[in-house]
């Protein structure tokens, strides 16, 4: 495939996950049900295939970060405790290759700016726990270390670069809306249509950024 039809294919993948993630926000306000699990499933393996076709040699960890969300995204609709675990467990999975790619990209490198990142997020993810946990029933354990990845993820991809960073924030946000739900919180209005324009778009930026930064090393 030449370059130009390559990157046709790339802005083709991307309005089709733009497409996507529209329609899929679409229908939670309008109450689709139907329409938000059809569209759910498609969201990441679009996103990896536009990030596969962006590059001639994407980091080989970015597609699996994705694909494992996709598995999470599809286990979560299921429902139930089971389908719960799984889900967390193929997140859990993502968040690893997120950290160990961002990790070998040099995230780390600036250890003082890392610190202070890390300080941070460490403090937000100890809040975050203290105040949840009462309300976490058998899940405390599960989630406590799940959302330790998550804050990892957050960490690493701020030393990467701005899109990345703001990624990992937003895919923290979008998860700790979700843990406030399984710790019996008052919804905020909108609650499920925030939960996921976070994630699209956390997900959109880890993966662009992610590629930002590998077309520097080219």
């Given amino acids: 495939m030449t370059i130009t039809r390559r990157l046709r294919a790339a802005r083709g993948l991307l309005s089709g996950y733009a497409a996507a993630s529209a329609a899929h926000l679409g229908a939670i306000v309008t109450g689709a ?4 699990h059809a569209t759910k499933p498609a969201l990441m393996p679009l996103l990896a295939a536009h990030s596969l ?3 001639e040699k994407a980091p080989k960890l970015l597609a699996p970060a994705l694909l494992l ?3 999470g ?3 979560l609709q299921l429902g139930g405790e089971t389908a719960f ?3 967390m467990g193929s997140f859990a999975a993502a968040h690893v290759c997120y950290v160990t790619m961002f990790v070998k990209r040099g995230a780390l490198t600036d250890r003082r700016r890392s610190a202070v990142v890390a300080a941070a997020y460490g403090a937000a993810w100890a809040g ?3 105040q949840l946990w009462p309300g976490l029933g058998e899940l405390k354990i599960p989630v406590a270390v799940y959302s330790l990845l998550l804050a990892s993820t957050a960490v690493t991809s701020a030393g990467i670069n701005w899109r990345a960073g703001l990624g990992g924030g937003l895919f923290l946000l979008s998860d700790t809306l979700i843990a406030t739900q399984l710790a019996e919180w008052k919804e905020l209005p909108g609650h499920e249509f925030w ?3 976070t994630y699209v778009v956390a997900q959109y930026l880890l993966a662009s950024g992610t590629l930002k930064h590998a077309s520097t090393d080219e």
């Fill in 53 to 55: 076709a962006t590059a």
């Fill in 128 to 130: 975050m726990i203290s």
């Fill in 69 to 71: 969300s996709a598995g």
């Fill in 195 to 197: 939960i996921m324009a």
């Fill in 73 to 75: 995204d599809v286990a």
């Fill in 33 to 36: 049900s139907v329409l938000q």
């Fill in 85 to 87: 675990l799984a889900g």
